[in-house]
């Protein structure tokens, strides 16, 4: 079963170009099995609502709209937070298995420092991932408290960075996840992402193997056109 990591709609991630329906319609159609969606959550992002809590609720709702349409038309939809961290320009972190309730009781995440970020979501049961790395030249983060690392597949940008970031992972000894970072702007829809098992139900079972497998085989399209699978093992 192959999923995309890392998706947005446009409902909440505003320079994302596709809504829901749209953005599940482009993951089946380029052979998906699932997505996660991982719409932006920063510090700005409630200036378009009445308050912060409403800003949380439309989140969700973004979710729930996608998750209930992806049932419809067979494609997975898993929840996901991709959080702009404040400590850093331009940094931000993929936030995988936290349920809703995360952002209710955690509306200012992106506040905290790396490390309170990373108890914060572990507290949930989560992981925490460090998206793009290298992207406009930002560094890998301090791995005592990530995860994985991102191998992400976006179009627009002139590469994936694969063997920088597979590097720093191995340096590191966290796990490699991909996702296409996909927005709609661009000639083609990546087909990239993680393979899991065929019993992988929710998004707690998509944390638990991430957090106790060795081994995974990913799905990496690279801006050439080429989408092509690749096994990372962690030393």
């Known amino acids: 079963m192959l999923i995309d990591m890392h998706t947005h709609s446009s409902g909440i ?8 329906y749209e953005i599940v319609d482009a993951a089946k159609k380029t052979g998906l099995d699932g997505i ?39 494609l997975k939809v898993f929840f996901g937070v991709e959080i702009t961290a404040e400590f850093m320009e331009r940094i931000h972190l993929l936030a995988y298995g936290v349920g809703e309730d995360f952002l209710r009781e955690n509306p200012e995440i992106y506040n905290l420092s790396q490390k309170e970020i990373y108890e914060r979501v572990h507290q949930y049961g989560g992981i925490l991932v460090e998206a793009h790395p290298f992207r406009h030249n930002c560094p890998i983060l ?38 296409s970072d996909y927005h709609g702007d661009t000639e083609y829809r990546p087909l990239c992402g993680v393979y899991f098992p065929e019993d992988v139900k929710t998004i707690d079972h998509i944390t638990q193997y991430i957090k106790n497998t060795s081994q995974i085989k990913l799905r990496v399209h690279e801006v050439n056109g080429i989408s092509e699978d690749r096994v990372y093992k962690k030393i």
């Not at 991630?13 to 829901?20: A, I, N, R, T």
């Not at 719409?39 to 992002?45: A, F």
């Not at 408290?145 to 063997?163: G, M, R």
């Open 13 to 20: 991630s505003g320079c994302c170009q596709l809504d829901v």
């Open 36 to 74: 996660i969606l991982t719409n932006h959550y920063h510090s700005e992002g409630h200036l378009d609502y009445a308050s912060e809590s409403d800003y949380v609720e439309n989140y969700i709702k973004e979710y729930d709209e996608a998750k209930a349409y992806g049932e419809k038309v067979g």
């Open 142 to 179: 301090d791995t005592r408290y990530l995860d994985a690392l991102e191998i992400n597949c976006h179009p627009i940008y002139k590469t994936t960075h694969y063997e920088d970031v597979k590097a720093g992972a191995l340096k590191g000894g966290v796990m490699l996840t991909c996702g």
